[in-house]
């Protein structure tokens, strides 16, 4: 589920390449995005997929039961875009358009290091129960509006 729509319920146009990016790196790994949880430190498959990309350690996203049936370049390739499509910032994810351009190799993959900490600790493991009064309004605003994406609401309701 795209960070946008999660954490304010708000879906943007492209929630879509962001789902793109997370099913790509699970097929990439043989690993369940959610139920992937290598140790203690890490929340999910992405999670551990950044802090692979930060260390320069991509190719272990790959599934090992491929042992070295498969060609390199293109799992780079594909682990590059599909990181790329989850980024937090939907001004950031490419179109879909541009995602088959890259994976057929006619356009050059822009590689974009996503800090994990963006998720941040108020973010990523923040308690739902909490007080909502506890985020400022000011820090919310700011984490909204900081690109031109053209927000939709949702129709559903949060509790």
Known sequence: ?????????????????????VVALELLSGKNNIKYRPN?????????????QQKGNLMELVDRKLGSEFNKEEAMRMIKVALLCANPSPALRPTMSAVVSMLEGQTLVHEVKINPSIYGDEMRFRDFTEDPDTTTEESTQSLLYSSDTKWTASTSSSA
């Open 40 to 52: 203690e430190n890490f929340v999910c498959l992405l999670d551990w997929a950044l802090v692979l």
């Open 1 to 21: 589920m795209a960070p946008e729509y999660a954490l304010w319920g708000y879906l943007s146009d492209k929630a879509d390449v962001y789902s793109f990016g």
